[in-house]
T-cell receptor, first 109, second 116 residues
Framework: GQNIDQPTEMTATEGAIVQINCTYQTSGFNGLFWYQQHAGEAPTFLSYNVLDGLEEKGRFSSFLSRSKGYSYLLLKELQMKDSASYLCAVLDSNYQLIWGAGTKLIIKP | DVKVTQSSRYLVKRTGEKVFLECVQDMDHENMFWYRQDPGLGLRLIYFSYDVKMKEKGDIPEGYSVSREKKERFSLILESASTNQTSMYLC???????????????FGSGTQLSVL
């Protein structure tokens, strides 16, 4: 079966760095997405990786290793507004999105 | 900015009622989707549509139907609501055509449906 694993919850301190991991086992691979979802709000797009390596976008970076079935989202200089759930999703060989259950990130002052 | 609007933020319905969830997007996107989101689970695809009057079943279509009479509007219908359909329902849209699903999704704010 197809599976996306990410930690259920993480806690970090304001100003620090946090890495949210996502491992996947899917039928084929056509890219990996990260979305951010604040409580009670719509998910919003953060990043898309289809090639191996690190892509940096301001305070957020996303890394992909296709051979290891692994990605991470790196958040630097954490702010209180970064408290949210982070959703990992993989496009399989049929271009169907397989979603992880999300990681709830709690930022403490 | 793309806007995806869902008609209701909260809905409370009784078992057996017919329920309509409406979604409208304003960016001329071809692709529209309905997901449900439950605690501890990833988003699950109910139905999607690549074009007007076109629909495809997702992973969990049982108990649901959809309608796409106009490009901007995608409706989800619960023919006879049941308690196990209590959930957050998210509508999304994306540009592209055919299987262009490597396009990012734009989501509505969701409808929290409670079936009593």
């Amino acid at each position: 079966g197809q599976n996306i694993d990410q930690p259920t919850e993480m806690t970090a301190t304001e100003g620090a760095i946090v890495q949210i991991n996502c491992t996947y086992q899917t039928s084929g691979f056509n890219g990996l997405f990260w979305y951010q979802q604040h409580a009670g709000e719509a998910p919003t797009f953060l990043s898309y990786n289809v090639l191996d390596g690190l892509e940096e976008k301001g305070r957020f970076s996303s890394f992909l290793s296709r051979s290891k079935g692994y990605s991470y989202l790196l958040l630097k200089e954490l702010q209180m507004k970064d408290s949210a759930s982070y959703l990992c999703a993989v496009l399989d060989s049929n271009y169907q999105l397989i979603w992880g259950a999300g990681t709830k990130l709690i930022i403490k002052p | 900015d793309v806007k995806v609007t869902q008609s209701s933020r909260y809905l409370v319905k009784r078992t057996g009622e017919k329920v309509f969830l409406e979604c409208v997007q304003d960016m001329d996107h071809e692709n529209m989707f309905w997901y449900r989101q439950d605690p501890g689970l990833g988003l699950r695809l109910i139905y999607f549509s690549y074009d007007v009057k076109m629909k495809e079943k997702g992973d969990i279509p049982e108990g649901y139907s959809v309608s796409r009479e106009k490009k901007e509007r995608f409706s989800l219908i619960l023919e006879s609501a049941s308690t196990n359909q209590t959930s957050m329902y998210l509508c999304a849209s994306a540009s592209g055509s055919g299987s262009g699903l490597n396009e990012k999704l734009f989501f509505g704010s969701g409808t929290q449906l409670s079936v009593l």
